[in-house]
């Protein structure tokens, strides 16, 4: 089959990307509203590292049906764009993913996931939306740059990046040589539609030709 994306309409796009780029990592995202008020929490899948010099990452909050923003992103983006311009990325791990889903939940602005899935909050360090106390590693981040693909356009993405500039990690999980225990973060993933995936059939391979041996 030969697809045109122009041809198809944006629920057939969005599954095809969504059922083609598995599994994706999720980010559990937490932010505060810029008066400081209300704090938010909400899962994003379009999620990856993006360097480590400096240590930065991306996740892409999608518009609403509406055109409008969602929460988290009228939150994290830049001061100089009317939000707080700080984000904390929660990994998402199987002790608590399901806790992880019901944060999708479309609240109204101002009532908190916090609440709703009676997930802990633990202070940050550098920045002020709290971790997720659940989390066994979180990347405190201020937001760079939000690039947005179709500005107003509903399902439209927009990439927020930012630059991590602290890391909780839980003591059981790193080692000296910051190698991180995957049996003990037990990542999940997502898949299509309402799917997830495990992190616990892994295999190792050396990069380059070597791999073919
Ligand atoms: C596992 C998972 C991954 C998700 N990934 C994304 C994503 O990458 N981008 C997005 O816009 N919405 C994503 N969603 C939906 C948002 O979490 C949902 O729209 C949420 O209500 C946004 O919250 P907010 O308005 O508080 O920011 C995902 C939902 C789940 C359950």
């Known amino acids: 089959m030969e697809l045109d994306p122009e041809r198809l309409a944006q629920p057939e796009r969005y599954k095809l990307l969504i059922g083609s780029i598995v599994p994706r990592p999720i980010a559990f995202v937490s932010t505060i509203s810029p008066d400081f008020k209300f704090t938010n929490l909400a899962p994003f899948s379009f999620f990856n590292a993006v360097g480590s010099n400096p240590m930065t990452v991306l996740f892409c909050p999608a518009n609403k049906p509406d055109g409008s923003e969602k929460d988290t992103l009228r939150n994290c983006k830049p001061v100089s764009e009317g939000g707080t311009g700080e984000f904390v990325v929660n990994v998402a791990s199987f002790n608590y993913i399901r806790k992880v889903a019901a ?111």
């Open 103 to 213: 944060a999708s939940e479309v609240l109204e602005y101002g009532e908190s996931e916090f609440e709703l899935t009676g997930l802990g909050k633990a202070p940050s360090v550098r920045v002020r939306p709290p971790r997720v106390a659940e989390s066994p590693i979180a990347f405190e981040c201020k937001t760079l740059q939000v690039v947005r693909t179709n500005p107003g356009a509903p399902a439209a993405g927009n990439i927020v990046i930012g630059q991590v500039v602290h890391v909780f990690v839980r003591d059981d999980l790193i080692n000296e040589r910051f190698h991180i225990d995957q049996t003990i973060l037990d990542a999940v993933g997502r898949m299509g539609g309402i799917g997830y995936t495990r992190t616990r059939d892994r295999m190792q391979l050396p990069m380059g030709k070597e791999a073919l041996l």
